[in-house]
């Protein structure tokens, strides 16, 4: 045989001769199926690792009505997306948990037109076995997409507009609270906020969690703007709350991106920071550690966030009750406040 001559890989045929078992016996214990007995099962997986065999993915389908894809469905078109240090995150949590299965990850796109059309033929012709959706902003066309797909589908973060029957989310409510509570703790009383994206349930849910402490602490929310969750919009609004309250001694941003723009345009205006303005952000990102001075944030594990997505979707795949889940938040205290 010329040494460049592809090898020939064996069939379920040779596989299920080698184990001393039928074909269709060989094929059930192959993809998982129950009622194989535990020597049968054996003897298969041994046969398939003394051949080298590699089971056709079609032929596998169609044997388990499953394609071993999952999707990871984002409601954003910039693909820059996934070198955000959230997102990248997130995908970390996720290959984690995908590592001991069988399962592989598409990743979509679907915030445009041309990319809800094609996640819509990807669930209508049963593409993947599962969904995870993230990203969602206001009544999302995602959620009816996925709804009418009638697939396993799990969210990462609450929409807006409804409450599904599967998520994963942090405690963003809670994690805001406990930053503007810090503040008041530390005498601050004119407190600002630079909100997320006000059509997200994140943006909403960090801007209450903020309006509860100033109000149970007595004080009036004292100013919001709306930022989008990266630097430049972090900036963008610190100069708006510079101008319209400028006498400001905190400041609570949504994400840890944001507070990093507010305290470069701080820094700029010849404020002191913790000195004259404290700030503290949210996510505990690798920025927070290296801006200047350190950022006191808002910690969630957003690694633990993406792998508790797919360990729920793996269950609902399998047929597994699962219920919905909210990480706990903790405040992280550095010299930003």
């Not at 056709?56 to 910039?78: E, K």
């Not at 949504?254 to 404020?271: I, Q, T």
Request: hydrophobic share 40%; glycine share 8%.
């Amino acid at each position: 045989m010329a040494a460049d001559t592809p090898r020939r890989q064996p069939t379920l045929d040779e596989v299920a001769e080698r184990a001393g078992v039928s074909r269709s016996a060989a094929s059930r214990a192959i993809n998982k199926a129950p009622h194989v007995s535990r020597a049968t099962r054996a003897a298969v997986e041994r046969a398939v690792k003394e051949l080298g065999y590699q089971p056709n993915r079609t032929a596998r389908a169609l044997a388990t009505q499953q394609t071993g894809i999952v999707a990871l469905a984002v409601s954003h078109d910039a693909p820059e997306l996934f070198a955000d240090p959230f997102f990248a995150q997130v995908i970390v949590g996720v290959s984690a948990a995908l590592e001991d299965t069988e399962l592989h990850l598409v990743l979509c796109l679907a915030s445009s037109g041309r990319g809800q059309t094609r996640l819509t033929n990807l669930l209508r012709t049963r593409g993947v076995d599962g969904i995870m959706l993230m990203a969602l902003r206001g009544d999302d066309p995602l959620t009816r997409i996925v709804r009418q797909a009638g697939l396993p589908a799990v969210y990462g973060g609450r929409p807006l507009t409804f409450e599904p029957q599967w998520y994963v989310d942090s405690d963003n409510v809670g994690g805001a609270r406990l930053a503007t509570e810090h503040l008041i703790g530390l005498g601050r009383t004119r407190i600002v906020t630079i909100t997320g994206q006000t059509g997200t349930e994140v943006g909403e849910a960090r801007y209450r969690g903020y309006r509860e402490a100033m109000i149970m602490a007595g004080l009036i929310p004292y100013g919001m703007t709306e930022g989008d969750f990266t630097e430049a919009g972090g900036a963008a609004a610190m100069k708006t709350l510079l101008d319209s309250h400028p006498d400001l001694d905190a400041v609570v941003a949504a994400n840890d991106n944001m507070a990093a723009g507010a305290l470069r345009v701080l820094a700029e205006s010849g404020r002191s920071v913790p000195a004259d303005v404290a700030v503290v952000g949210f996510d505990d990102l690798d920025i927070a550690e290296r801006t200047q001075p350190p950022l006191t944030t808002v910690h969630q594990s957003i690694q633990a966030l993406g792998k508790e997505m797919t360990r729920m979707l793996i269950d609902l795949i399998a047929g597994r009750e699962r219920t919905s889940l909210i990480l706990p938040t903790r405040l992280v205290v550095r010299d930003s406040a």
